[in-house]
């Protein structure tokens, strides 16, 4: 098999229902071009794999130790009290032999390599419930489309078989990237998560240009296309950027998408940028929930007077056009 025919995944889910209509596998890809700040899925960030810590189940180096046995750059090992605390990322390696040793659970290995036919025989299995709900695949992330190749042949294999497919993007890429995969793909999901460019740099790591150019070659080719906006707190909560979002939607898409839908703030993630040394970015905001929702409300209203098919959430009923 050929590199292209392995993809790098986080994690893979059976039955979910967020990402597309009806009741979906959805697959995780590794490595992202944005760093947001809310981002609950830390572990997608790397491309490459990487241990993650979780000290509560380490058993203790007196009675295992297998970690230390296995590890090339023992150094990286960071001990107290016995457990497994962390692990030195400036020493390690990555070579994820501590994980595989572990009987415990205590290093989990973010990140696995799957190949197109072992996805397509997981995928497999739930057809029925495909046909039934009117389901199908998500690729998700992390950035799917870093990953073109491995992504292409998995939607290619998916639609031979008649399975809807869905891609969940960024769309920061280049556009002859996006067209690579757009005659296998039955939805993309997008999002905006700013509409100036130097605040949308600030807290993701990238501008927006190259992404709302993308949205906008999606739209103008009719493919199918669902627009979030992840509702952030103290960084795109307010009525400049929903109007300027709005304006957008309408002056340069031409109302052209399924959906739009506000996904509120939720914190998310927290373990696991604790199991990857990482600080939670955002582990000092305080917003009152019930408020912060009906907020959100008021945007989702002044969008639908816009004319706009906007919803809070993501599993309102989709118009679909295929
Ligand atoms: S990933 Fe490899 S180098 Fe890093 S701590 Fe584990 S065994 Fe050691
Ligand atoms: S192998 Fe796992 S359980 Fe054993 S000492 Fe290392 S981290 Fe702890």
Request: proline fraction near 4%; charged fraction near 30%.
């Amino acid at each position: 098999m050929t590199k292209s025919e392995f993809g790098r995944v986080f994690n893979i889910q059976r039955y979910t229902i967020h990402d597309g209509p009806g009741i979906r596998t959805e697959l995780f890809l590794k490595g992202c071009p944005l760093k947001c700040e809310w981002c609950g899925n830390p572990e997608s960030h790397k491309s490459i794999f990487e241990p993650g810590i979780y000290p509560s189940k380490c058993i203790g180096k007196d009675k295992c130790g297998f970690c230390i046995d296995v590890c090339e750059k023992k150094e990286s090992l960071v001990f107290k009290d016995n457990k497994l605390i962390s692990i030195d990322r400036s020493k390690c390696i990555n070579c994820m032999e501590c994980a595989i040793a572990c009987p415990s659970d205590a290093i989990k290995m973010w990140g696995e390599e799957i190949s197109i036919d072992d996805a397509m025989e997981i995928i497999r299995k739930d057809i029925p419930y495909y046909e039934k709900s009117g389901g199908g695949v998500t690729l998700s992330g992390g950035e799917p489309l870093m990953q073109i190749e491995f992504v292409k042949g998995l939607l290619r294999k998916c639609k031979r078989e008649g399975i809807h497919t869905c891609v969940e993007s960024t769309l920061c890429t280049d556009f002859e990237t996006i067209e690579k995969i757009i005659p296998y793909t039955d939805l993309i999901i997008t999002d905006i998560k700013h509409m100036n460019t130097n605040i949308h740099k600030k807290h993701t790591k990238m501008q927006n240009e190259r992404i709302l150019e993308n949205i906008k070659m999606v739209s103008k080719i009719n493919k199918p296309m669902i627009i979030r906006i992840p509702i952030i707190p103290n960084v795109n909560d307010d009525m400049e950027n929903m109007k300027a979002t709005a304006d957008f939607i309408l002056d340069e898409l031409d109302n052209n998408i399924l959906t739009l839908q506000l996904l509120q703030f939720m914190r998310l993630g927290e373990e696991k940028y604790k199991s990857l040394n990482m600080i939670y970015p955002m582990k000092d905001i305080e917003y009152d929930k019930d408020k912060f929702l009906e907020k959100v409300k008021s945007f989702r209203d002044f969008f639908k007077e816009k004319g706009i098919n906007c919803i809070v959430g993501t599993t309102s009923k989709e118009k679909s056009n295929d």
